[in-house]
């Protein structure tokens, strides 16, 4: 890739909320961008720790003894095996960093899981 990758751009590509694009690959992770909207179920990734970036909107991680809130800007690393439950208040959009073979929603799945081999780049 020969050129800056703009977030605003590839955010206004879609609209579907807990539904991650890749935009991105290194050293064995990729980045992807969500928009999120409510919440989105409890799950945990046993092997992966998650990167969280705010980039528009409040997100709120929820975990089973509390709960931290990112504002525009803001970041926070899940560690891998923590029960966790993303929301948006109202809406937010996220940027994503997590190991290649993570699973959206870790190996027990849910609903609004989607395989990483279905994830799709943008």
Sequence with gaps: MTEAI???TKLSVFEDAWH????GEANGQYLK????????EWHTHE???????CLEGCLV??????????EPGQLFVMP???????????TASILLLEPKQTQHLGK?????A???EEQEWI
């Design 47 to 53: 092997e992966e720790d998650e990167v969280f970036l």
């Design 20 to 23: 991650p694009r890749i935009i």
């Design 108 to 112: 027990h799945g849910g609903p609004r």
């Design 6 to 8: 703009d977030l605003k």
């Design 33 to 40: 961008l969500a928009k999120a909207e409510g919440h989105l």
């Design 80 to 90: 891998r095996g923590v029960e966790h439950r993303p929301r948006a208040e109202p």
């Design 61 to 70: 991680l929820e975990m089973r003894d509390s709960e931290v809130t990112l």
């Design 114 to 116: 989607i395989d990483v």
